[in-house]
């Protein structure tokens, strides 16, 4: 398997290369073949992170308002839990966790000053 990146490359190998194969006047040429061939890998690497990011910014718009929805579901079902815990155990003639009478945390639980 041939890898293209020059990362890959054994340096030692490349220094014994270069001294076997002095480099070639080319006038430029492999560098502009390189730069064509490199320019529309760049492009399609912007395209790709360009679309990840308006995916991301779509998404975080309704998945904002679902936990926003959930957390208000959560405190509406636990209000309604805890009544019908009280309920059950006042049915059973257990002692609730509050007394009879305005709840703590409740407007008609506080006290003016």
């Known amino acids: 398997m041939s890898h293209t990146d020059d990362e890959f490359e054994d ?3 490349a220094q014994l290369l270069r001294a076997a194969n002095p480099l070639l006047a080319d006038a430029g040429f492999s560098e502009r073949v390189l730069q064509r061939v490199r320019q529309p890998a760049r492009i ?3 395209v790709l992170a360009a679309a990840a990011l308006s995916g991301f910014a779509l998404a975080l718009v309704p998945a904002s308002r679902l936990l926003v929805t959930c957390s208000e579901q959560l405190v509406v079902a636990s209000v309604q839990w805890s009544a019908a815990v009280q309920g059950q155990l006042q049915r059973l003639g257990l002692p ?3 007394a009879p009478g305005p709840r703590p945390g409740t407007s008609a639980g506080r006290s003016t000053l």
Do not use: C, F, K, N
Request: hydrophobic share 20%; glycine share 12%; aromatic share 12%.
């Open 96 to 98: 609730g966790p509050y």
């Open 44 to 46: 399609r690497q912007a």
């Open 11 to 13: 340096p030692r190998l």
